[in-house]
Nanobody, 126 residues
Framework: QVQLVESGGGLVQAGGSLRLSCAASGRTFSSFAMGWFRQAPGKEREFVAAISWNGVSISYADSVKGRFTISRDNVRNTVYLQRNSLKPEDTAVYYC???????????????????WGQGTQVTVSS
């Protein structure tokens, strides 16, 4: 079993920056590829970014490329999502997810992930 706890959400003005963190516990963190997803009110949960277990493979949704950066620290068992140039449409609940895998590639489909955090609300005001 893996427990994931997100933090760093809150209210920020458009154009601002915010870093989300997701701390993992329960199993060897480097056994997991990690992903960030988000869900806005009335919309389906969508892929944001993912990083392989060794940090070599990274993928972003087109809507966040160039603005968001995913990274991980396998010593601190934490994955991060640095978000810059925030827009009102980035408002959502952000979830981190873990996929138990040894693959070097990452997955964008939410049903590929085995564990999920509770989510953290991010609101971007215009």
């Amino acid at each position: 079993q893996v427990q994931l706890v997100e933090s760093g959400g809150g209210l920020v003005q458009a154009g601002g920056s915010l870093r989300l963190s997701c701390a993992a516990s329960g199993r060897t963190f480097s056994s997991f590829a990690m992903g960030w997803f988000r869900q806005a009110p009335g919309k389906e949960r969508e892929f944001v970014a993912a990083i392989s277990w060794n940090g070599v493979s990274i993928s972003y949704a087109d809507s966040v490329k160039g603005r968001f950066t995913i990274s991980r620290d396998n010593v601190r068992n934490t994955v991060y999502l640095q978000r810059n140039s925030l827009k009102p449409e980035d408002t959502a609940v952000y979830y981190c997810a873990a996929e138990l895998t040894s693959r070097r590639t990452v997955q964008v489909a939410k049903n590929s992930y085995d564990y999920w955090g509770q989510g953290t609300q991010v609101t971007v005001s215009s």
